[in-house]
């Protein structure tokens, strides 16, 4: 084993409280709590910690990427940056599912008329 230059940390979720295990399923890098999505705005390359915001980032929305994996879009609160990341193998499916569904159960147009307006 090659010698490590940074030790991966468990850390506790600051919008939830969530006891979040540094180490997941499909991710070398959490970076998102897999119980409410929220992150924390600290890394410009994944798990480089050198960014110094470190606002909270909301999951704002779900995108599918060519290969049909699906990633949270992440907007920082503090300085309104906005990031892609994988999910991991333990995030939950409920908060997933409701991230992705937001759009559809609030639309910003009326849906109750879809006929061909020609
Ligand atoms: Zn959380
Ligand atoms: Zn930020």
């Not at 290969?67 to 940056?81: F, L, N, Q, T, Y």
């Not at 409701?98 to 849906?111: N, V």
């Amino acid at each position: 084993m090659s010698h490590k230059s940074r030790i991966e940390a468990d850390f506790t979720c600051i919008v939830c409280g969530w006891k979040v295990p540094a180490l997941a399923f499909g991710t070398r890098h959490r970076n998102h709590c897999p119980r409410c999505l929220w992150s924390r705005h600290l890394d410009e390359e994944p798990g480089d910690r050198r960014i110094s915001c470190r606002e909270p980032m909301e999951p704002v929305a779900i995108e599918v990427r060519a290969d049909g994996e699906w990633a949270i879009v992440h907007r920082c609160r503090g300085c309104g940056h906005l990031r892609a990341n994988r999910i991991a193998g333990d995030d939950h499916e409920r908060s997933l599912l409701a991230l992705a569904l937001r759009p559809i159960a609030s639309p910003a147009f009326p849906i109750d008329d879809l006929r061909d307006p020609g």
